[in-house]
Nanobody, 124 residues
């Protein structure tokens, strides 16, 4: 089992920034691809960003490209999501997820472990 705990969510005005963190324990973090998903009220959970086990490859949904940055620190067993230029449409619960092997990086069913989520609210 792997435990994932997100933190860093909160309320921010449009144009502001937040950095989410996801601390992992219980498995060898450095062997897992990591991702962030989000779910807005009344909507399906959607892929936001992912990073390979080494950190050498990153992937983003088009709506956050140029604004969000995913990174990881394997020494600290932590993955981050730096969110800049936030918009009201970024409001959602953000989840981190871990996958040992991934065929389709955006597919939520590829991921083996999930955190409990952290709320991000962007006011206009």
């Amino acid at each position: 089992q792997m435990q994932l705990v997100e933190s860093g969510g909160g309320l921010v005005q449009a144009g502001g920034s937040l950095r989410l963190s996801c601390a992992a324990s219980g498995r060898t973090f450095s062997t897992y691809a990591m991702a962030w998903f989000r779910q807005a009220p009344g909507k399906e959970r959607e892929f936001v960003a992912a990073i390979s086990w080494s950190g050498g490859s990153t992937y983003y949904v088009d709506s956050v490209k140029g604004r969000f940055t995913i990174s990881r620190d394997n020494a600290k067993n932590t993955v981050y999501l730096q969110m800049n230029s936030l918009k009201p449409e970024d409001t959602a619960v953000y989840y981190c997820a871990a996958a040992l092997t991934v065929a389709r990086i955006q597919g939520e069913y590829e991921y083996d472990y999930w955190g409990q989520g952290t709320q991000v609210t962007v006011s206009s």
